[in-house]
C-alpha cells in the first residue's frame, strides 16, 4: 500500500512540474491527454461492467471538457473558432453523457476520436510554440 502511495506522490510531484514548466499550449494539450486517458479507462470499465468506476472515469473526461477545454476559449479573441470549438467540446461532452447513458462503447470511440484530432492539432502549435517546428 505504501509503495502504491508513493508512486501517486511521484506522479503528482511530475504532473505539477510539468503544468507549471508548461506553455499555454502545452498546458491544453495536457487536457486533452487527460480526458483520453479517462475516456479509454471508461471503455475498459465499461467492457468490464464495473458501473462505479465507468461514472467516475467519464465524470472526469466531461469535467476536462466542460471546465477545462471549454474554459480556455477566448470567444473575444477567437472569433468564429472560439465558437466553433466550444460546440465542438459541447458535441464532445453530450457524446460523453450519451454513451454513460447507452453503455455505448461506440459513442466513447466517437468522442475520444473527435478529441485526438483537435488534440493532434495543439500538439502541432505546442511544438511551433517550443521552436522546434
Not at 499555454?24 to 475498459?44: C, K, N, T, W, Y
Request: hydrophobic content about 40%; proline content about 2%.
Amino acid at each position: 500500500m505504501s509503495r502504491y502511495r508513493g508512486a501517486n506522490a511521484y506522479a503528482r510531484v511530475g504532473v505539477e512540474s510539468g503544468v507549471l514548466s508548461a506553455s499555454p499550449h502545452q498546458l491544453i494539450v495536457m487536457l486533452f491527454e487527460g480526458a483520453d486517458r479517462s475516456l479509454a479507462a471508461a471503455r475498459l470499465q465499461m467492457e468490464a461492467g464495473d458501473v462505479a468506476a465507468k461514472g467516475q472515469s467519464l465524470a472526469k473526461a466531461t469535467s476536462i471538457v466542460t471546465e477545462g477545454l471549454r474554459a480556455c476559449l477566448d470567444h473575444e479573441q477567437g472569433n468564429e473558432v472560439a465558437t466553433n470549438l466550444d460546440r465542438m467540446y459541447d458535441y464532445i461532452a453530450r457524446l460523453i453523457m450519451q454513451a454513460n447513458l447507452g453503455n455505448s462503447p461506440e459513442k466513447l470511440d466517437e468522442a475520444r476520436r473527435l478529441l485526438n484530432e483537435l488534440g493532434d492539432a495543439w500538439r502541432q502549435i505546442a511544438v511551433h510554440d517550443k521552436g522546434l517546428g
